[in-house]
């Protein structure tokens, strides 16, 4: 049974706190899947205790297991709804994850980001999950401007190399949700220690956008459906768009460093 037929059956029997977790979450509807217990909490200006009671009222083990069940239930939706031309709706879903990016892109938090690397002596990249996938390639994006940046996906090791970095470091770091556990962790150690931190992600009240020094913000959530193109398309194009402000401001000779890269590899390529 649908998690709002569930909620509606089950009203008459939840007591007065209860029903305002019901009333929030058949409000907010699938989004409820990006929400935590501190936005419900926030809004409701309800306990944990009562949020759990609800979602075990209604059958689920807690609140992630309620969650889990409105992804699967909007994921479902979706694919019943995908038309018999599929590819035409994924490449409509990639543009408009670019589109929705651009329009989120701050030209003041844009330049101060380009700021924070043009002033750093060194540069990591923290992400896990397919967010340290993107860091990979980020990287790999900033060396056709001269910039040697590190990616780091292992959350051990981020966080013995936040340990030991300072004011001349910056640290950008790669969350989607914001709320990746093993990011927020290394971020903090390297903020605690003086590290500039440049932060990637969706939520702007996020743990992870609450430790930057700047924020950069994408545009596509992500809850069932995780590590998707869309999302990864979202984050590529903020650090494209970085690279590109860096080599404006630094008036990098582009073409020179292209073709020192290129001699580096053209024999690597079969005749």
Do not use: W
Not at 85 to 91: A, E, G, P, T, V
Not at 153 to 167: C, F, K, R, T
Not at 177 to 187: A, I, N, V
Not at 244 to 255: C, L
């Amino acid at each position: 049974m649908r998690y709002d037929h569930l909620i509606q059956n089950y009203y008459p029997t939840l007591t007065r706190s209860e029903k305002k977790v019901a009333d929030y979450v058949l409000k907010v509807g699938s989004q409820l899947m990006y929400a935590t217990m501190s936005d419900i909490k926030a809004a409701t200006k309800v306990g944990d205790a009562t949020i759990i009671r609800f979602c075990q009222k209604l059958g689920y083990s807690g609140f992630s297991d309620f969650k889990i069940e409105i992804a699967k239930e909007d994921f479902t939706q979706q694919e019943q709804t995908r038309p018999a031309d599929y590819y035409d709706d994924i490449s409509q879903h990639l543009q408009e994850a670019l589109t929705a990016t651009a329009k989120l892109i701050d030209p003041e938090k844009l330049a101060q980001a380009v700021d924070l690397l043009s002033q750093a002596q060194n540069v990591y990249i923290f992400g896990v999950g397919g967010s340290a996938q993107t860091g990979a390639s980020f990287a790999a994006i900033l060396l056709r401007v001269g910039v040697q940046a590190t990616p780091v996906g292992d959350p051990h090791i981020q966080a013995q190399l936040a340990s030991l970095l300072g004011p001349t470091d910056l640290v950008i770091g790669l969350s989607l949700s914001g709320r990746t556990k093993d990011t927020t962790d290394s971020l903090k150690i390297a903020k605690d220690n003086g590290a500039k931190v440049l932060a990637i992600t969706n939520n702007l009240n996020s743990p992870v956008a609450q430790l930057g020094n700047v924020i950069l913000q994408t545009a596509i959530e992500e809850f069932l459906n995780g590590g998707s193109v869309a999302g990864r398309i979202s984050q590529l194009y903020i650090c494209d768009v970085l690279t590109q402000g860096y080599e404006n401001r630094n008036k990098v000779d582009a073409v020179a460093l292209r073709e020192k890269v290129l001699r580096s590899i053209i024999d690597k390529r079969l005749d």
